[in-house]
């Protein structure tokens, strides 16, 4: 299912983590067009140079590290996922190809990239909104890091052994349709991190409102029911592991952790 404009979120939205009453996340929404029309959107192209200007730095070695167009002087390791990349990697003899849906430039791959480089093989296929697709292709794709617009451009290509949504999934309108394809792709793992979850029967649809000081937009934004969504993988998947990422959200007056979970293909 190729990307549509505007599917994607910028990830300097979704590094907000605590707001005031005015921002964050509010509202429970019966449909994403109810939403959406509530919401001002995004000037794609502002977020995309921001992020192209902190992701040159980094490629540049001027900086080790970057998130949302934010530079680092040292790396960020996410320990969970760098465990789950190389656990992958040690039962398919130290060759690794996954699909980082919705990467940004290649983030988690910089991220992640001092530590499997002694890998026979990496394969980081990176799918992303349109304009992100084809400033990564120009200027950022090495001879792991390779951007696509959809799973079907990527599938005939590869056969990757996970399948990562790092804070992209809840900022999808039919995220279970993509999982869907996930299910169907035969694609032996999956990874939902950094994805905040609500002890409810139903998933509730929210508007997240960024403070100015970060960009001044709103979205539509998907808070999971844990239990609806293992039971929709439980069908094709089973849990490997879970984790937290020490990074909370705050939903009306409620504070939930950023979650993350390994599953496994039955």
Request: glycine share 6%; proline share 7%; aromatic share 14%.
């Given at each position: 299912?190729?990307?549509?404009?505007?599917?994607?979120?910028?990830?300097?939205?979704?590094?907000?983590?605590?707001?005031?009453?005015?921002y964050?996340?509010?509202?429970?929404?019966?449909t994403?067009?109810?939403?959406?029309q509530?919401?001002?959107?995004?000037?794609?192209?502002?977020?995309?140079?921001?992020?192209?200007?902190?992701?040159?730095?980094?490629?540049?070695?001027?900086?080790a590290?970057?998130?949302?167009?934010?530079?680092?002087?040292?790396?960020?390791?996410?320990?969970?996922?760098?465990?789950?990349?190389?656990?992958?990697?040690?039962?398919?003899?130290?060759?690794?190809?996954?699909?980082?849906?919705?990467?940004?430039?290649?983030?988690?791959y910089r991220?992640n990239?001092?530590?499997?480089?002694h890998?026979h093989s990496?394969?980081?296929?990176?799918?992303?909104?349109?304009?992100?697709?084809?400033?990564?292709?120009?200027?950022?794709?090495?001879?792991?890091l390779?951007f696509?617009?959809?799973l079907?451009?990527v599938?005939?290509?590869?056969?990757?052994?996970?399948?990562?949504?790092?804070?992209?999934?809840?900022?999808?309108?039919?995220?279970?349709?993509?999982?869907?394809?996930?299910?169907q792709?035969?694609?032996?793992?999956?990874?939902?991190?950094?994805?905040?979850?609500i002890?409810?029967?139903?998933?509730?649809?929210?508007i997240?409102?960024?403070?100015?000081?970060?960009?001044?937009?709103?979205?539509?934004?998907w808070f999971?029911?844990q239990s609806?969504?293992?039971?929709?993988l439980?069908?094709?998947y089973?849990?490997?592991?879970?984790?937290?990422?020490?990074?909370?959200?705050?939903?009306?007056?409620?504070?939930?952790?950023?979650t993350?979970?390994?599953?496994?293909?039955i």
């Open positions: 299912m190729p990307l549509k404009k505007g599917e994607f979120i910028p990830a300097i939205v979704k590094r907000v983590a605590r707001h005031s009453f005015k964050g996340w509010h509202g429970n929404y019966p994403w067009e109810a939403a959406q509530k919401t001002t959107g995004y000037d794609a192209n502002s977020v995309l140079q921001r992020v192209r200007a902190g992701a040159l730095k980094v490629k540049e070695g001027q900086y590290y970057e998130r949302d167009g934010i530079n680092y002087p040292n790396i960020e390791v996410a320990y969970p996922l760098l465990a789950a990349l190389l656990w992958i990697a040690s039962q398919n003899n130290n060759h690794l190809s996954l699909i980082d849906y919705g990467g940004s430039l290649g983030t988690s991220q990239f001092p530590f499997l480089k890998l990496l394969q980081w296929n990176l799918i992303e909104q349109p304009m992100f697709v084809d400033e990564g292709r120009k200027n950022f794709e090495d001879e792991h390779r696509y617009y959809s079907n451009e599938l005939p290509q590869h056969q990757p052994q996970l399948l990562l949504f790092s804070s992209s999934l809840q900022y999808m309108q039919q995220p279970y349709e993509l999982l869907t394809q996930a299910k792709s035969g694609i032996p793992y999956l990874m939902i991190d950094r994805t905040a979850f002890d409810t029967p139903e998933d509730r649809l929210t997240q409102k960024v403070p100015p000081a970060f960009y001044d937009a709103s979205y539509p934004c999971f029911s609806k969504m293992n039971n929709f439980q069908d094709t089973e849990p490997v592991f879970g984790f937290t990422s020490g990074q909370k959200v705050v939903l009306g007056l409620e504070e939930l952790d950023y993350g979970q390994l599953w496994k293909r």
